[in-house]
C-alpha cells in the first residue's frame, strides 16, 4: 500500500527481445537500424580499382580509428593484385578472410545482431552482393586515459599502475603479472542499451570452478538497461542489499587484483569502470592494503591490530562518552569529570543531543570535501572543522570534550582502507549513541550484539563474512589471521576459498 492507501501498481513486463532486429543482412537494413546518425558511414569501395567489384563498408566516425581502416583495409583493398586477380567476389571473400588484408582480427558475421554490436564497437563491416555472410574487421580506436598511479590506495614499495578505464587494458596489465596460461578471462554483455563487456577472471586449477559459475550466473541475470556506474554493477551482484556494510570488495591496484587471484579467489573487471572487484568479500579483505605483503610481518600484523582497534573506537567512543556522562559517571575519574561538569555547565542541550550534533556536523564537512574540486575540498574540510569546532566551543553550543570524542572517533574511522566499510561504521556509529542513551552502557553492549549478530547472519558467496573471526564449518586459517605469519611459513591457501590446490609455495 502506498502512503495514501492506493496499491502501486506493478511495473510493466520488460522481457529480453533475442534477436534485437530481425530484418536481412543487407546495407540497407543495417543503415535503417543506424538511421538519423550523424556519425554512422556508408562507402562504396572497389576491389582493386574495378568498378564491376563493388563492396559496401559500413562504419561509425569516431569509433573507428582513420589510419589503421585506411592503412589495413582500404589501401590493400584497393592495391591488392590477389584480389584484382580472384575470378570472382566468392574468392575475394575467401583471401580477405584468410588475412589478404592487413587486419589482426577479421570475423565472418551471419546474423544482423553480430554486425550491428561489432559497428558500435568500431569494427569495419564489409558487405559483398550476393553474399549471406559479412567480414568485420578490427579496426576500433584505442584512446582511453593512461595508465596512472593509483590515486586512493597509494603504496610506498608498490606498483605505480592502475586500473583505467578500458577493460581490455586492465586484462593486459593482469597477464603482465600473471603469466600462467590458466588465467582464464569469460566476458559476458550486460545492459540492454548500454552491451557493457563484464569480465570473468580466475586461474584454472586453483580457483574453485562452482564460485566462477555462480558470478557468472549473477552477472547474466542483471538485466538493466545500462551498467554505466559501479552501483549498477555491486547492487546487483551482492547476494544481500539490506546492510550498512558492503558485500564487494574493490580494487584499482593491479598487483593486489592479482594476489587475489593467486589466492583462489575470483575477480570481475567491467569496462568503463576503473576498479576491479574479488570475491568472495570477507571481513578481513576491508582492512588490507597493498603494502601488507609489501613490509614485514611484524609491522603488517601491528597495522592490522591498530585497524581493528580504530575500527573499535570509531564505533562505540561516542556512545561510550555519552552512556558514561548519563548513566556511569563513577567510570569516569573525578578530575575528567569535573571538567566535563564545569564545562556543561553553560551548554543548553543534552549531552546525546551535543553529541549527534557534532557527528552530523563533521560528517556534513566530510560530504562538503568530497563533492567540492579538489583544489579547495581540503581547505574547506580542514578549515570548517576548526571554524564551526572553535565557534561552537566558545557559543557554549557544546562542551570540549564533546569535540574531542567527535574528532577521535572520526580520525579514527579513516585508518579503516575500505571507504565502504568506513560508511557503514558511520552509520551505525549513530545507532549505538542512540541505544547508548537509551540504556547506557547496556544499551551500548545491546547493539553491539546486534551488530555481531547481523554481520555473523552475512555471507558472500557460501563464505562467512566475519572471516577470519568466523569458524567457516571449523576450517582453519593458515597464516591468515589477523596477526600475520612471516610470508614462508605461509605455505597454503585459505580453506575457506575451497582451491583446488591448497599449496601456494614449496
Known sequence: MGIFGSRRPAPPPHPRKEPRFDCPLTPE?????????????????????????????????????????????????????????????????????RGELYSLAVSVRDTPDQVVFDIVNGWMALFFPGKEQVLTFMTATEEKRAVAPPENEPDVKGARDSFVESVRTNTSLVRRRLRAPSLRVREQLVGRQSLTPVDVLYLDGIADEDLARQIEARIQDIDI??????GNFEQYIAPESSTAFPLTVYTERPDRFCAGLAEGRVGVLVDGMPMGWLFPATLDSFFRTGQDRSTGWLLASVLAVLRYGCMLITLFLPGLYVGAVLYHPELIPVKLMLSIISAKADVPFSTLVEVLVMLAAFEVLQEAGLRLPSSIGQTVSILGGLVVGSAA?????????????????????????SQDFAGGLRIWRFLLTVAAAVLGLTGLVLG????????????????????????????????????RQPLPKVKTRPDYLKTKNRRNQG
Not at 225 to 230: F, G, I, K, N, S
Not at 393 to 417: D, F, H, M, Q
Open 29 to 97: 537494413a543495417i543503415s535503417q537500424i543506424f538511421r538519423d546518425c550523424a556519425d554512422f558511414s556508408r562507402r562504396t569501395l572497389y576491389l582493386g580499382g574495378d568498378p564491376k567489384r563493388r563492396v559496401e563498408a559500413l562504419f561509425i566516425t569516431g569509433q573507428v580509428r582513420n589510419e589503421r581502416a585506411s592503412d589495413y583495409v582500404l589501401r590493400p583493398l584497393a592495391q591488392s593484385q590477389a584480389l584484382r586477380d580472384a575470378p570472382n567476389l566468392d574468392a575475394a571473400f575467401d583471401l580477405m578472410a
Open 225 to 230: 538497461d545500462a551498467m554505466l556506474m559501479t
Open 393 to 417: 566551543v566558545e557559543a557554549k553550543l557544546v562542551s570540549p570534550a564533546v569535540l574531542v570524542v567527535v574528532a577521535i572517533a572520526g580520525i579514527a574511522g579513516y585508518t579503516a582502507p
Open 448 to 483: 553491539g550484539v546486534v551488530l555481531v549478530y547481523r554481520l555473523a547472519g552475512l555471507e558472500s558467496f557460501g563464505v562467512a563474512y566475519l572471516t577470519p573471526f568466523a569458524s567457516n564449518a571449523g576450517q582453519q586459517r593458515e597464516g591468515h589471521a589477523v596477526l
